[in-house]
């Protein structure tokens, strides 16, 4: 089993910045994807963002040039830098890892852009 916790999500003004953070414990294989999607009310999930153990990244077209993806040298933690931050990038935030043995997903973490 893995576990995921996210944090870093909250309130910001448009145009600002937030960094998510996701540690990753317990069975944790050195193979991988690691990625942040999100989910905004009545709409469906999304992949926003995703990195590979040998650090290939690919990123939503909303969020290019704005967000980036990285991890840690462990690769058990995996970060989202995100910058110009717009009102349609509000949502609740979910941290996701695939290895062999399974596909986790963490609790979720909260972003909301105000003006």
């Known amino acids: 089993q893995v576990q995921l916790v996210e944090s870093g999500g909250g309130l910001v003004q448009f145009g600002g910045s937030l960094r998510l953070s996701c540690a990753a414990s317990?069975?944790?294989?050195?193979?991988?994807?690691m990625a942040w999607y999100r989910q905004a009310p009545g709409k469906e999930r999304q992949m926003v963002a995703c990195?590979?153990?040998?650090?290939?990244?690919d990123y939503a077209d909303s969020v290019k040039g704005r967000f980036t993806i990285s991890t840690d040298n462990s690769g058990k933690t995996v970060y989202l830098q995100m910058n110009d931050l717009r009102f349609e990038d509000t949502a609740v935030y979910y941290c996701?890892?695939?290895?062999?043995?399974?596909?986790?997903w963490g609790q979720g973490t909260q972003v909301t852009v105000s003006s």
């Open positions: 996701y890892r695939v290895q062999s043995g399974g596909v986790y």
């Open positions: 317990g069975n944790i294989f050195a193979i991988y994807t």
């Open positions: 990195v590979t153990n040998v650090g290939y990244t």
